[in-house]
């Protein structure tokens, strides 16, 4: 019952685009703009031949079937029993939403998540090595096509490292996750690593609901069967529903609206700070997905309170080329009263209310202001946990391959991001 509720109260609502005296003009525009891109939700809906090889996370049931949560749930058990450690080596797609997950739920009494093979600086992987001594370690290495030096130069180290505390024993600790038939697979097979498929149907940033987010996720102790329950009802409602009341349409929709209009940023925000490793999920998904051809909607993250104070100065009354989606989480999470304390400090209008309260309201009024100035949508969701993480991460995936559609952009490619290791793999002789 719970998790019908929360499915129907999850929503985008729909917040006034903006507070302007052409209004009716603007929403004669938008409503234009979804009848011009209807064929677009069942093009995608069907699965098209183009992108078929990048459509595995179209259906759940591909990659995070029950053979595929068995086999992660038994070695997450092993994991959680013998480690007080768990480095996953990974870059963007391959450890963004398991990151973005860990960060905001991690259960008590789970190994330490200690994220390596998404920098090149020594003084961090310094810091990553120093972290693990004296304790009980296990590795994930995460690639797709094991090329990508950052994480190949990590799992050197953690290799090396393991068989210098393991010795042989080792390998019992090295898990990697690729795709079959790659050199990753033949290093674990010539070396005794337990070896996890990497769909090969499925780019990085797409592969939440998958081997590659479900393994860590599960070592933290987020209830993988309920986010992927999450995610299997959102898509029931995203193929299910017309394009009228289909929240995936809408917001794809809304945000091509506002690129014809000029704004050339959209800025996630939320009150709760859980959120922070979230963001940085949605923000490689949109932007190596959306931003190609010189196209795109730049995207970037706002955490309030604390931005209010610095970037709130130019999202009120800078460049008008921002527009913002809140995430706003509806059930209270938390509760802490606000007591006065006797002392004359001119706050006694916060006696007695309780900081889930404040902050709603805070809430309330940033979206009332930031909408004088640019279009505001607010996306809500009842809870903050597993179940909704499995929405939101089907919802944004969805969305984000019809506003490509929208745009006219491959959202599956990212040549862009091959430039830069040209001219790095040059300089390093490979
Ligand atoms: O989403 C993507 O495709 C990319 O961000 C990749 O995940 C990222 O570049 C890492 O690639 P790989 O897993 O091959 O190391």
């Known amino acids: 019952m719970r998790q019908l509720r ?34 677009v939700l069942d093009t995608a809906k069907k699965g098209e031949k183009e992108y078929s090889d990048s459509l595995g996370w179209l259906d759940t049931e591909e990659w ?17 029993r013998n480690a007080n450690v768990f480095v996953l080596i990974g870059v963007g797609g391959s450890n963004n939403a398991a990151r973005g997950a860990i960060k905001a739920l991690q259960q008590a009494g789970t190994p330490e998540i200690i994220y390596a093979g998404n920098t090149l600086s020594p003084h961090a992987l310094n810091n990553m090595l120093k972290k693990l001594e004296g304790k009980s370690i296990y590795v994930n290495c995460i690639a797709k096509n094991f090329e990508t030096l950052e994480p190949g130069a990590s799992f050197r180290i953690l290799r090396k490292y393991l068989k210098e505390r393991y010795g042989k024993k080792a390998a ?12 990753l697979e033949k290093l674990c097979s010539d070396n005794g690593y337990t070896f996890l498929e990497f769909p090969e149907n499925i780019g990085g940033r797409y592969t939440a609901l998958s081997n590659v987010g479900l393994l860590p996720m599960a070592v933290a102790g987020i209830d993988i069967r309920m986010l992927v329950q999450g995610a299997k009802d959102m898509r029931k409602e995203l193929y299910e529903k017309p394009a009228e009341e289909n929240i995936a349409f809408q917001y794809a929709c809304l945000r091509n609206f506002c690129y014809n209009r000029g704004y050339r940023i959209e800025m996630l925000a939320s009150f709760e700070p859980r959120f922070r490793y979230f963001y940085k999920w949605w923000i490689q998904l949109f932007a190596e997905s959306e931003g190609k051809d010189n196209k795109g909607i730049f995207p970037v993250a706002g955490e309030y309170s604390e931005e209010l104070h610095s970037v709130g100065q130019f999202l009120q009354d800078g460049s008008p080329i921002i527009f913002e989606t809140f995430l706003d989480v509806k059930e209270r999470q938390d509760s802490l009263r606000v007591e006065s304390d006797g002392l004359a400090d ?33 996306l809500e969701i009842d809870g903050l946990d597993a179940y909704h993480f499995g929405q939101l991460f089907y919802f944004f995936q969805f969305s984000c391959y019809l506003s490509c559609k929208m745009m006219g952009v491959n959202a599956f490619d990212q040549p862009g991001v091959e430039a830069y290791k040209k001219w790095m793999f040059e300089a390093l002789g490979k």
């Not at 499915?7 to 729909?14: P, T, W």
């Not at 995070?64 to 959680?80: D, G, S």
């Not at 001119?346 to 202001?369: R, S």
Request: charged share 35%; glycine share 4%; aromatic share 10%.
């Open 64 to 80: 995070a079937n029950e053979t595929a949560l068995k086999r992660v749930e038994r070695l997450a058990l092993e994991i959680k």
């Open 172 to 183: 019992e600790r090295i898990i990697a996750t690729g795709t079959a038939g790659s050199s």
């Open 346 to 378: 001119y706050f006694d209008y916060l006696d007695g209310k309780d900081f889930w309260c404040i902050n709603k309201k805070a809430y309330e009024a940033t979206v009332a202001a930031h909408k004088e100035k640019m279009p505001c949508f607010t």
């Open 6 to 39: 929360q499915r129907a109260e999850m929503g985008l609502k729909m917040i006034d685009l903006i507070v302007h005296n052409d209004k009716e003009e603007w929403e004669k525009e938008y409503s234009k703009l979804c009848a011009q891109n209807r064929s």
